[in-house]
């Protein structure tokens, strides 16, 4: 393993996705300002906005970073440097996962500032978007090993269409979860067993799903 | 069939492939066996589609093959092993550079990883091929981007270069201006050079030595002059019922009449004398071009085969 080689990977990537990035960084800090509007309809509306801008990171930053380097053939050219496929494997799939946490903890950290700062605003919501946050991250893991091993758009896409279904069944479960509902007009944050339990399983699905991507990824055999 | 791209001597391979065998749904690669001496210019001749691209990429690491061993400056090659790169220049026609971002891009880039990046050499081929660093890849030519990941390739200094169909699609000017620069390379004695193309006059312009590739199996290499040397095209008048004297590599091309064009590859100075007395008489005993010669041992080689 050549750290020297994977930082300079890492960076290069990391500047590859800027402007992918930064927009949805922008966008999604944004969208958590119009949570702040007055209204009923301006939360609703932020959400779906961060929501929406998380999804589309996910796929967007997956796209530029994985797909188009082996679709654009430019893999074959940084893979003809002096780069071994290990290598290669810590930086592509780090950066992939660090450039969608920059939005990603973008917004659940200002979120969390709001919370705590904005007068009328309820802290135990905290945890309620903890587990919606943590289940988009889950399901940015799962397309990103599906586009390692398919190497395709079409199944990537497949996977992101099915986890923004069993994200709006998610939600709706736990709306209607008589523990989980109530932390969103609780004064206080805390974080019950079953919300636990839930956060142990969203980590163990990103575990696990960073695990799969790393093992196919070196186990390729051709990469081109 | 060992396939020694030069006279063998005491230096250590630049690069040594044995029993190396990779299958595809529709193509397979035939047990290729190859040695390339250091400090020669070898040129891989092939149809599209015959397997050159694979073995240059099983040389890189990039395909891992189904059997055999390859190693390439005296390292193991494979996907998990990156010294040997280092040294080794690869240029692929369907390779790719980021097209939003700019030839001074890569120029960084690839200078980070190599220590041995020659500044003031790139800053000279950028001149010479007429490059401008602040260029995005995507406003790039053909022509323009071939000559920047040549560049790239070049300002690193390598040990062995391996150019899968580098003139690819270039203009005659174009094309003009990257095989000088590569004769420039090839003329220093320590730099190795392994060339692809279908195009035999690029090939021959500049490799001391020439391998055949056909369908997947090396079907001919030697140096390009015992080539040209061993490789002849007679003409003869023969009757109907002439019978072809039992030359060794002697096959027959084709027939119009009375007249026979027969092609011999082993060729020596007594043929002439054994075709005047087999009762033909001889019209021409003719040197082939390396095209021709690629021809007739594509021919043959596929004969055999079958």
């Known amino acids: 393993m050549n750290s020297q080689a994977i930082q300079i990977l890492f960076l290069k990537d990391l ?46 930053l997956i796209g530029v970073l994985l797909l188009a380097e082996s679709l654009d053939m430019t893999r074959t050219f940084v893979m003809s440097l002096p780069v071994s496929l290990l290598d290669y494997s810590i930086a592509k799939i780090s950066v992939v996962v660090v450039a969608f946490l920059i939005p990603w903890l973008g917004m659940l950290a200002s979120l969390t500032v709001l919370i705590f700062v904005a007068p009328g605003a309820k802290p135990g919501v905290l945890a309620f978007l903890v587990l919606l946050f943590l289940f988009l991250l889950a399901g940015f893991c799962l397309q990103l090993v599906t586009a390692i091993v398919t190497e395709s758009v079409g199944w990537t896409i497949v996977v992101v269409v099915l986890g923004n279904v069993l994200f709006n069944l998610f939600l709706k479960m736990l709306n209607e979860h008589p523990v989980i509902s109530k932390l969103t007009k609780s004064e206080v944050l805390s974080w019950p067993p079953v919300a636990l339990q839930i956060i142990a399983i969203e980590a163990l699905v990103i575990l696990v799903a960073l695990g799969l991507a790393f093992m196919f990824q070196i186990r390729r055999r051709d990469l081109v | 069939m ?23 749904k529709h193509f397979r690669l035939n047990n290729i066996d190859l040695e390339i001496e250091p400090g020669t210019v070898n040129g891989l001749i092939g149809p599209n589609g015959a397997g050159k691209s694979t073995i240059m990429r099983i040389m890189m690491g990039l395909v891992t093959p189904d059997q055999g061993t390859v190693s390439v400056l005296g390292h193991p090659i494979s996907s998990r092993e990156a010294s040997a790169k280092q040294d080794i220049g690869y240029f692929s026609d369907d390779m790719r550079l980021y097209k939003s971002e700019s030839i001074a891009f890569h120029f960084q880039f690839v200078r980070s990883l190599f220590p041995s990046w020659d500044e003031d050499y790139a800053q000279q081929l950028l001149k010479r091929f007429g490059l401008i660093a602040q260029q995005k890849v995507k406003g790039l030519s053909h022509g323009q981007r071939v000559k920047t990941m040549l560049l790239l390739i ?3 200094r390598p040990k062995l270069l391996i150019l899968d169909e580098p003139t690819n699609g270039l203009d005659p000017v174009a094309k003009q201006e990257v095989l000088s620069e590569l004769m420039q390379i090839v003329n220093d004695e320590t730099r190795t050079v392994l060339y692809s193309s279908h195009n035999t006059q690029d090939v021959e312009q500049i490799s001391d030595t020439i391998t055949f590739i056909d369908r997947g199996r090396v079907i001919a290499s030697n140096n390009r002059d015992e080539f040209l040397e061993s490789w002849r095209r007679f003409k003869l008048q023969a009757p109907h019922n002439w019978q072809a004297p039992a030359i060794d590599g002697l096959r027959p091309e084709s027939t119009f009449g009375n007249l026979r064009v027969m092609t011999l590859d082993r060729y020596q100075a007594e043929v002439e004398d054994r075709l005047q007395s087999s009762g033909a008489t001889l019209e021409s005993s003719e040197a082939m071009t390396l095209e021709e010669i690629f021809v007739a041992a594509v021919l043959r080689g596929r004969e055999e085969k079958q």
């Open chain 1, 15 to 60: 500047f590859l996705s800027r402007w992918p990035m930064f927009g949805y960084l922008v966008g999604g800090l944004l969208s958590v300002m119009i949570t702040c509007l007055p209204g009923e309809s301006a939360d609703f509306i932020g959400f779906i906005l961060m929501v929406t801008f998380t999804i589309a990171a996910g796929i967007h």
């Open chain 2, 2 to 24: 060992i396939t020694t791209l030069n006279q063998p001597h005491q230096k250590t391979a630049a690069a040594l492939l044995r029993g190396i065998t990779k299958s595809y």
């Open chain 2, 154 to 156: 070049l300002a690193r």
